[in-house]
């Protein structure tokens, strides 16, 4: 009761539902109302806004109180579809608000199978929209070329992998299918795929778009060979378009400090749930920053792939299904242990260290956060020139190039240097060292006695340096020690001019 109306507060569970098919929240068991509060606490550890826990938990109120069964007998995919039915047909709802709904009853969902550890239901592949056209022959040939290279892929990754290897084999081949009408591999011919590429250009699709087509096309011919298969050996031999791709580049270390910043910043907001994404982004940031990890590692990184006590990571099966170790520094931990003190409960939530709305990143998540971070503060990046500053930071700080690239995770040394670049000043130093030690391999042995560097050479060096990307500190010192040397260097012209003798 209040004292101001003489009523009672409004509670839900007074309330008489208006379907009398519905439960009333006041009649639930014990057990059933401890399953929905856990399911509230469950959404707001994820840092969901008071809004969208009325409306999900509204949701899930309704779904709970239509079903009328104990809540470890709901099922999550039949009893779910049935609750969504029910909203489907409920009048009086907005069409936004029939959407909200919807939401909710799918996070009931997803709650119910994180907290009985039921499997998520199996996504369908679209195989009639993709290459239902296709003759049967071509069908058959595609589907079993991506039952092959499902091998070459994690079980978790399979459905996105063949879903991008179905689409750009599709494309094409429906175009050939309809306008020359392809009807096996043996028509896959060089004219076939020109005329389908000047299509596509005309339609303005950029070059590297048609070049992952043709790498997909030409894979799937590549197996089909193999298998022994009659096939246009003129068309493994069509060449990709330039499309002036390049590798991203490294951030430099002002851009760094500054997007840093930013991170930071989020994550000591006084708001809950940003700073719950704050410090998740500033793991994930430091992580990519530090250890060179990718975005994908990123998203697949299990709670088990963390070795505290050794102070480094696990990265299993990444990209070519390599394995490697990475050494974690002590701001990483820190970022780290900070962020998992705020992710929420272990036993209902997925493996996978970095979570968002209760499931694992999504493929556009880090750009997304990092474009928002690069408006704040000025700086256009993207998630993988972390991983570029990472490699050219190591390299320009000494570590060997060897080292770099198992730390990189490289098959090959060549795309590791790619990655980096060194510094100017990285160059200039190296360069003097090297010629010093050149010339005095070269010097006749009466001249071994090598002279030290004269001034001038000292101040070219310090020139190169400060051209070079360096902090603060660094550039404060090589300041210092380029006026010293200018001091040095016009004292001892002084020397010089005083000591020749006056007629």
Request: net charge positive.
């Amino acid at each position: 009761m209040t004292l101001s109306t003489g009523k009672r507060r409004f509670h839900f569970k007074n309330v008489l539902p208006k379907d009398p098919a519905l439960q009333r929240f006041g009649d639930w068991p014990s057990d059933t109302l401890g399953f929905y509060s856990g399911f509230r606490e469950w959404l707001k550890a994820s840092g969901y806004s008071d809004s969208a826990l009325n409306i999900y938990g509204s949701a899930a109120r309704t779904a709970i109180g239509f079903l009328q069964k104990p809540y470890w007998t709901i099922h999550p995919d039949t009893d779910i579809a049935r609750a969504k039915e029910y909203i489907a047909q409920r009048k009086g709802l907005r069409p936004s608000s029939r959407q909200g709904h919807f939401k909710g009853i799918d996070k009931l969902a997803d709650y119910i199978r994180l907290r009985f550890h039921r499997p998520k239901k199996e996504k369908q592949i679209r195989w009639q929209a993709n290459i239902g056209s296709l003759s049967p022959a071509l069908q058959e040939d595609i589907r079993e070329f991506l039952r092959f290279c499902q091998h070459a892929w994690k079980a978790e990754h399979r459905h996105e992998r063949i879903c991008e290897k179905l689409y750009s084999l599709a494309r094409p081949l429906r175009w050939m299918t309809q306008h020359r009408s392809l009807k096996d591999v043996t028509g896959l011919t060089p004219q076939v795929w020109v005329a389908y590429l000047d299509e596509r250009i005309r339609t303005g699709i950029h070059p590297s778009t048609t070049n992952l087509e043709l790498a997909a096309l030409k894979h799937f011919v590549h197996f089909l060979q193999d298998n022994e298969r009659a096939v246009c050996e003129r068309f493994l031999r069509v060449d990709y378009l330039d499309d002036g791709h390049n590798l991203p580049k490294d951030v430099p270390l002002d851009g760094l400090r500054k997007l840093q910043t930013a991170v930071q910043a989020e994550s000591v907001s006084s708001n809950a749930g940003m700073s719950r994404l704050g410090r998740m982004d500033l793991a994930w940031f430091l992580l990519m920053l530090h250890c060179g990890l990718r975005s994908g590692e990123i998203r697949n990184l299990k709670m088990k792939d963390i070795e505290w006590d050794a102070r480094r990571l696990r990265i299993e099966q990444s990209k070519g299904l390599k394995d490697r170790q990475i050494y974690l520094t002590e701001a990483v931990l820190g970022a780290l242990r900070a962020y998992l003190a705020v992710r929420g409960p272990a036993e209902a939530l997925p493996e996978n260290v970095f979570i968002f709305r209760h499931a694992a990143l999504s493929r556009t998540y880090c750009f997304q956060r990092m474009k928002t971070y690069g408006l704040r503060c000025g700086v256009k990046a993207a998630p993988h020139q972390l991983r570029h500053s990472c490699a050219t930071l190591l390299l320009n700080a000494g570590a060997p190039a060897l080292s770099l690239q198992m730390i990189l995770g490289h098959k090959q040394i060549d795309t590791t240097l790619g990655y980096a670049r060194l510094y100017d000043g990285t160059l200039a130093a190296d360069y003097y060292s090297a010629m010093n030690k050149i010339e005095q391999q070269l010097a006749l042995p009466e001249d071994r006695i090598k002279e030290p560097p004269r001034i001038g050479e000292l101040i070219a060096l310090a020139d190169a340096l400060r051209s070079g990307s360096l902090n603060p500190a660094q550039t404060e010192i090589v300041r210092a020690l380029r006026e010293g040397l200018g001091l040095l260097e016009n004292v001892k012209v002084q020397e010089m001019n005083t000591s020749i003798p006056t007629h």
